[in-house]
């Protein structure tokens, strides 16, 4: 994303003043929960969502949104904006999930196809 | 009968008496009345309904699209509030009567939030704003005055029958509005836009047929049915306000409102964040 931070353990280190100068609103989460590291997106295994959308919600980069489509509404992530927020253990999406392994990384050699 | 019995709460009053038919019909006779009179004709006004004229137009602007996600994103909302207000007043029958419609209701609050995300997430992956949140105090996306007076109408039916307050919001408001989704689902240019339009048929219908259950089944007396003629009338009205209310601050070119301007009177370029300034100066 263009507008987020180039340094921003440099802005956690500082006062909250400068945190909120710096970071740009929609990524302030993401900066102080320490879940800027890059990991591979999410992918949504559509057998094992409950459509909660407690992912939806949680997601500090938006990345989690409501397809409409003709018969049903449906959660989807969207890979480009999906950061991995440094993996499994550590990703909001993944920690409150209810549903075990509906969030699963895409495998490395998949990631970029 | 006691004191403080409840056995008959409800009774005609001056305003409510000049609905009464004068017999009881059976409920199904009473439901094809208030579809004759409120679902029928929004089949055949909705092909002329200005707001969807004007998504069929090429020419929509960016400024109408996003003033109408975010009124419907606000009145989404707002459905979903009654409904939640009018689950405080359920007596159950006592052989468990009006459980079932309880249920419905509460699937319907889920229903109708659902519909005010895909709102918002139709105007952020439409780029109008940077997060949801701006949404929630952007001056485009309060509920016009016309809005809030059927909200708080509808809302205070809380205490009112069961049977009479689903007819006023699934037969008078959500019926009619079954065919505007689909008019809409499919003439409106823009694809993402129109998704969400279309994606509401189904629910919608759902909840039409929440009213037609619960009129069919529960509103089978003389002073029941008046009450709820009495009701749609003002519902009906009140909806028919709003929709117009709707058109009339989409079309409106009042963009420029919202501009902060430099003293000399030229346009300061947008930033993102309602009221945030980020600071650049830093060297980050």
Known sequence: ?113 | MGKFSTFKQWTLDEQTEPFDAGRTLSSKQFLDELKEKYVEPARRYMREDPMVLLLANEDVTDEQYFKLLAQRWNFERSVGAIHATWLLNYTLGLHGELQEVENMEVRQIYEEYKHARMHEDAILKKGYLDTRWELHSHPMAQLLPEGMAFHTFLQRLGNMPVPVRAAANHIATEAPLVYWFDLAGRLTRDETIAGVFEAQVIEETEHGHIGEYVVERYCNTADLQAMTRYICEHVAELVRRHRESIYAFVTAEDADRLVVRNKDGTIKPMKHGAGIKPRRDLGF
């Open chain 1, 1 to 113: 994303m263009d507008d987020s931070p180039s340094r921003p353990d440099d802005a956690l280190s500082g006062t909250d003043e400068q945190l909120l100068s710096v970071v740009p609103p929609h990524l302030r989460d993401a900066a102080r929960l320490g879940l800027t590291e890059m990991h591979p997106p999410f992918v949504m295994d559509k057998s094992k969502c409950i459509e909660c959308g407690l992912c939806r919600e949680v997601c500090p980069f938006t990345a989690v949104f409501l397809v409409p489509t003709r018969w049903k509404i449906m959660f989807e992530i969207e890979r480009d904006r999906c950061r991995g927020c440094g993996g499994p253990s550590k990703a909001p999406c993944v920690r409150y999930c209810p549903s075990p392994g509906a969030l699963v990384p895409v495998p490395d050699a998949l990631v970029g196809a």
